[in-house]
């Protein structure tokens, strides 16, 4: 490594990663090119960019409301909470001090990987969450039928994951932004939806007078506009009152980034950690499958979880059940405008410069499980894959074969997606480019084949503890999938800087690493 990169990145996380660094640098100026015709480009569009707020240690909130049914939100209908960031100036000065922590990339649906959302803070709190917003299932879709935008429930998700709940009132926000209004009929919910709006639920006890009127603010804000907007009657069944707090703030600021901003404080995430939307979009998104046999499908809940509603309005999504197996694989997934059915509907939003700049920042980036089309592939703007335990509707059927799709599979598909292969502007970057790990489950049914994933660029294979519970999916033990994600980006780092550790040996040929035995208690091992 050159001396001025050497002095320039001295501390080994980012000493560890500046060798992909020239890579992964010319991989984002493909992102850039104006040229590029995808959805994944940078067109040097002048964005309105929020996340500056993360360096603003607190915030005063003024919401003004409107009253509901003659009620109101207090004197003068105006109330000021301040916000204050969850580090504190001793805190701060203790963070100084502290070891520097690795910077993580998490790309992921809303619901798989919030099993392990929490406990990866024990690793490191510098994680940057990127979530899609072309969700069109359960409450998220009632509230883009009536107000359009972009979907924010799997965002919505992630925060209260990551939400602070270690007081009384941390427990009672998270619990209140966390209830989900009747799932029997949509007169009963509609009656629990005017009990919280306007103060008299007891999910308020327990939530300070500051807090509550900040989040009232924004639910009346979202009433408000429903029945300003809708031509039809809104459906409360099954509505998530964290979903309409969002959609209330976003519709107050007119910006998705600002409601996650304020969400955040709301729900005290920690400092270090942040949740974004992969493209910057105030509109309704829609995605598009075109399967190999040419059909399109259009909708992300069509192609990954499709159901026949029993009643009008939102129906519960569930997530864990396979369904019905594609006719055909899938090719290639974008993005659509939501009037538009066929691949000339094709659009081609920009992504997050805030994913950009986090891309260029981190020590390493993580596949998460879950759907691998409709909650990964929607997100990549770009190295550690982790494996579902089990197969779904969308890796039942493999374009290389018959059967279903196996762990070399999925990473071929991440590279195609990330290769923009199908289209006109198609790239060749090598596998490596993208993928360099991969974390499978123990007693998983996916097939992993060492030998083809080796061929692919896939340098370390890790096995690590599961747990199922009787008919169940098979699923990441939580402490154990941190514990190899820290062993991997440790490793690496300590591998790039030159250093050899005791517990692992490095082929100075091919920078293959093999043979990596860990102690039992930290729950995996290579293969």
Not at 149 to 176: F, H, M, Q
Request: net charge negative.
């Amino acid at each position: 490594m050159p001396a001025a990169v050497r002095a320039a990145h001295a501390h080994p996380f980012r000493a560890a990663l500046k060798e992909r660094s020239c890579r992964k640098a010319a991989f984002v100026d493909q992102l850039a090119d104006p040229r590029a015709r995808h959805p994944y480009r940078d067109r040097s569009a002048v964005v309105k960019n929020l996340w500056a707020y993360r360096h603003i240690k607190s915030a005063c909130i003024v919401a003004a409301a409107e009253p509901l049914n003659g009620t109101s939100l207090g004197p003068g209908h105006k109330h000021t909470l301040q916000l204050e960031s969850s580090t504190g100036p001793e805190e701060a000065d203790e963070d100084m001090q502290a070891p520097h922590q690795p910077a993580l990339l998490v790309f992921s649906g809303g619901t798989a990987f919030n099993s392990v959302a929490g406990s990866l803070r024990n690793f490191t709190t510098r994680v940057a969450h990127v979530l899609p917003v072309s969700d069109d299932g359960g409450s998220t879709a009632e509230i883009v039928r009536v107000l359009g935008g972009p979907a924010v429930g799997d965002i919505r998700s992630r925060c209260l994951r990551l939400a602070d709940d270690s007081n009384t009132e941390g427990k009672a926000v998270r619990e209140l932004l966390a209830h989900r209004l009747s799932p029997r009929n949509s007169e009963e919910a509609r009656r629990e939806w005017y009990e919280i709006v306007e103060g008299e639920h007891a999910l308020w006890d327990g939530v300070s007078e500051p807090y509550k009127h900040t989040i009232r603010a924004f639910l009346v804000h979202f009433h408000t506009q429903i029945l300003r907007n809708s031509s039809e009657r809104f459906n409360f069944r099954n509505g998530s009152v964290g979903n309409f707090f969002f959609a209330g703030a976003r519709t107050f600021f007119n910006s998705l980034e600002a409601a996650i901003f304020l969400f955040s404080r709301v729900a005290r995430i920690p400092e270090g950690s942040s949740v974004m939307p992969v493209i910057s979009t105030e509109e309704r998104i829609t995605l598009g499958a075109v399967l190999s046999n040419g059909l399109v499908i259009k909708g992300q809940n069509q192609i990954s979880h499709p159901s026949v509603a029993d009643t009008p309005g939102p129906n519960q999504v569930n997530k864990m059940a396979v369904g019905s197996e594609l006719e055909a694989p899938i090719q290639r997934i974008f993005y659509l405008r939501h009037e538009g059915r066929q691949r000339d509907h094709e659009v081609f939003p920009d992504p997050n410069p805030a994913l950009l700049a986090d891309l260029e920042a981190c020590d390493a980036v993580l596949y998460g499980m879950g759907s691998l089309y409709t909650s990964i592939c929607p997100s990549l703007i770009l190295q550690i894959v982790i494996l579902n335990g089990s197969h779904d509707r969308e890796t039942s059927a493999c374009m290389a074969g018959p059967g279903p799709m196996g762990a070399a599979d999925v990473v071929l598909a991440l590279q195609d997606c990330l290769n923009r292969r199908y289209t006109d502007t198609e790239l060749s970057l090598p596998g490596d480019a993208y993928v360099t790990a991969m974390l499978v489950p123990a007693g998983g049914e996916v097939h992993v084949d060492k030998h083809r994933l080796t061929s692919l660029g896939v340098r370390q294979i890790v096995e690590v503890d599961a747990m199922q519970d009787g008919g169940s999916p098979c699923q990441f033990e939580p402490e154990a999938l941190v514990n190899a994600i820290k062993h991997i980006v440790e490793q690496h780092a300590a591998f790039q800087d030159g250093r050899q550790s005791a517990n692992h040996n490095a082929d100075s040929e091919n920078g293959v690493l093999t043979d990596v035995q860990q102690a039992p208690p930290l729950g995996f091992h290579d293969l």
